[in-house]
């Protein structure tokens, strides 16, 4: 009878350890979804290839390799690997690594210094780097899923290349578990939609799908799930969204520029995503009110009103009743037409009042409640507009040392072409007025 083979301790411990470290890359070609900086003629690649790294901060969200890639570097450019998380440490921690790594420099050894959460590090913290990445004592390679441009100072950013990871798409997540199921031997639980459901809900996170899968495995064996029976088996992921960070304000930019673009289904597609990433509506609110006079505008006066109405929907009902009230609003605005006339006119008005300083209105329409100011000509030959044929006196407002500015020009839709027949009506009756025509003025129809 042939003898059974003992299992070495080693094994047991290897057999213990996560699914997701048991297949972690160990050649830079082994890492997916990266190819646009891995690759031979990407940058990454080319960096390797010549045997030069340059310092870069690796920006990406959650599980799309970016320890790997800083490990995998260290290697391939034969250069110390020394990691440190931001979370844990400290400028203590930071002085002892560039120690170490003077003392490799000056025995010819170079140090490659990995910091995960860089961005966790205080602008003070962040300075610390500037000396030995400009000398070349370590070659720093940082990790953050946060907008570098809001998170690290300016100085640090000139001295590092940013490299922009990709979420992982479906056909690298497709690898993943193929990987996966190679190395333990069998095949997931999974019928064919379940297999699509468990790759939505990694949500681009290669870590987090692969920490489901191990959870599959280990079930009993049995039927395959399907996709309610997987949702019923493993735990969900949270969305990833920061209400504080760089993911909240580029998903609001995407409910605005769909707005804009009168888009209403990815407009309702967008606000859903920050709804489920725990946005509170009130902030959305805000939003579509803001939105409103700043892309609505005068187009459709109504929109300003139904976002308010929306609004005070919200508060009395609360979620989630009261979140249809803000889906209706959302409807509402990207249905309308849409004008920046007014946006553009108080940014004009705003410019000009700034370029003129303090010049004082005309006489002719101020108050004079005393003797001195009629004697100083204050309302001498003012008009009442109300006594004018058409009610329209067109006297000059502006100052009398201004040039009058067409500050508000209104477009040719919704209720602004309405408007716009009315200022083009009351512009040729003030030129006339001026004797600049001795046409009749007709109103326009």
């Not at 940058?43 to 010549?50: D, E, K, L, S």
């Not at 140090?111 to 610390?128: G, K, P, S």
């Not at 919704?414 to 030129?431: H, M, Q, S, V």
Request: aromatic share 6%; net charge negative; with cysteine.
């Amino acid at each position: 009878m042939a003898k059974e083979k003992t299992r070495s301790l080693f094994e047991d411990a290897a057999q213990t350890r996560p699914l997701a470290d048991r297949l972690r890359p160990r050649t830079l070609a082994e890492v997916i979804g990266q190819g646009h900086l891995l690759g031979p003629e990407a940058p990454i690649g080319r960096m390797v290839g010549a045997h030069r790294l340059a310092s870069m901060i690796l920006w990406g969200p959650p599980g799309c390799g970016k320890t790997t890639i800083a490990r995998l570097l260290a290697e391939s450019t034969s250069l110390e690997f020394e990691p440190l998380t931001a979370v844990f440490s400290g400028v203590a921690d930071l002085r002892k690594i560039f120690d170490g790594a003077r003392e490799r420099r000056a025995s010819g050894r170079g140090t490659l210094l990995f910091v995960d959460e860089i961005h966790r590090f205080n602008r003070a913290q962040q300075d610390a780097f500037l000396p030995v990445v400009e000398d070349g004592t370590v070659t720093l390679i940082g990790a953050t899923t946060e907008n570098p441009s809001f998170e690290l100072n300016a100085a640090l950013l000139s001295r590092c290349q940013v490299m922009v990871l990709r979420r992982l798409e479906e056909a690298a997540l497709d690898e993943l578990l193929a990987r996966a199921e190679a190395l333990i031997g069998q095949l997931l639980p999974l019928d064919a939609d379940a297999r699509m459901t468990l790759k939505a809900m990694a949500d681009g996170d290669g870590r987090f799908l692969l920490n489901l899968a191990e959870e599959l495995f280990a079930r009993p064996a049995g039927e395959a799930l399907d996709a309610q029976g997987l949702m019923a088996a493993v735990q969900r992921r949270a969305p990833i969204y920061d209400k504080a960070q760089d993911s909240h304000y580029n998903l609001i930019s995407a409910l605005h520029k769909s707005l804009r673009g009168s888009d209403n289904d990815a407009a309702l597609y967008w606000m859903a995503r920050m709804l489920v990433g725990g946005e509170d509506p009130r902030y959305i609110a805000r939003r579509l009110t803001r939105f409103a006079v700043e892309d609505v505008g005068l187009a459709d006066p109504t929109a300003l009103p139904q976002c308010l109405a929306a609004w005070e929907a919200y508060e009395r009902l609360g979620s989630p009743e009261g979140e249809l009230a803000l889906v209706q609003a959302v409807i509402y605005l990207a249905t309308a037409p849409k004008s920046n006339a007014a946006y553009v006119a108080h940014g004009a008005a705003m410019a000009a009042a700034q370029r003129t300083g303090s010049l004082a209105p005309p006489k002719h329409i101020l108050n004079a409640p005393t003797r001195l100011m009629k004697e100083l000509g204050y309302a001498k030959g003012y008009q009442y507009d109300h006594d004018a044929a058409d009610a329209f006196s067109g006297q000059n407002y502006f100052p009398d040392d201004m040039t009058r500015e067409n500050l508000y020009q209104p477009v040719e839709r919704g209720f602004e072409r309405e408007i716009k027949k009315r200022l083009d009506y009351w512009a040729r009756l003030r030129d006339k007025r001026a004797g600049h025509g001795d046409e009749p003025v007709e109103a326009d129809s």
